[in-house]
């Protein structure tokens, strides 16, 4: 897999999400998701962008958190948004 420096910035073991149920705004909206998001800074909970609110990517582009993970069962990837690649 490719690596990129935002990678160094990620903490040893996975923040807490802050909504382990679902997207946090979602939740908060009423909406649906498809996947979730877990950002790697903070813990946010988001829907990934098959999802009609998209709401990981725009708590990237608020927070300027770059990398999230996969928070599907059996899934263990990466994603930096600044380096648009897998991590």
Known sequence: MATCEHVRSIPAQDPDPRTPQGCQECLEEGTRWVHLRLCLSCGH??????????????????????????????????????????V
């Open 45 to 86: 909970v988001g829907c990934c962008d098959s999802s009609p609110m998209r709401h990981a990517t725009a708590h990237y582009k608020n927070e300027g958190h770059p990398i999230v993970r996969s928070f599907e069962p059996g899934e263990d990837w990466r994603w930096c948004f600044v380096d648009d690649l897998i």
